[in-house]
Nanobody, 123 residues
């Protein structure tokens, strides 16, 4: 499975930006998620829509500002980021895997990764 992330860019603090991830195969039975990483730090969970219930899960740092959505017909996962902060700046990765709910927060639970898209937020 190949994942193609897009939509990153340079924005100012307070602006909005949307990311999209397209999978090359059907993703209905998989978990798709967004992670982000800054140089020298671990890759952190951002958001996902869990496959079984369709419920979104978010990192505490983005709750109320980011919205994740999934289109199983198009095999896509999107992330709408509002009220961006300088600390949101990172390379954002989409991920795909067969995992259980308790493991969705861990990069090791995902088998497939996109190439990453850079989000830069100026203050």
């Amino acid at each position: 499975v190949q994942l193609q992330a897009s939509g990153g860019g340079l924005v100012q603090a307070g602006d909005s930006l949307g990311l999209s991830c397209a999978a090359s195969e059907r993703t209905f039975n998989y978990v798709m998620a967004w992670f982000r990483q800054v140089p020298g730090k671990e890759r952190d969970f951002v958001a996902t829509v869990f496959r079984n219930c369709g419920r979104p899960y978010y990192a505490d740092s983005v709750k109320g500002r980011f919205t994740v959505s999934r289109d199983n017909a198009k095999n896509t996962l999107t992330l709408q980021m509002n009220s961006l902060k300088p600390e949101d700046a990172a390379v954002y990765y989409c991920a795909l895997g067969s995992t259980i709910l308790s493991q969705i927060y861990y990069p090791s639970a995902y088998k497939y990764w996109g190439q990453g898209t850079l989000v830069t937020v100026s203050s």
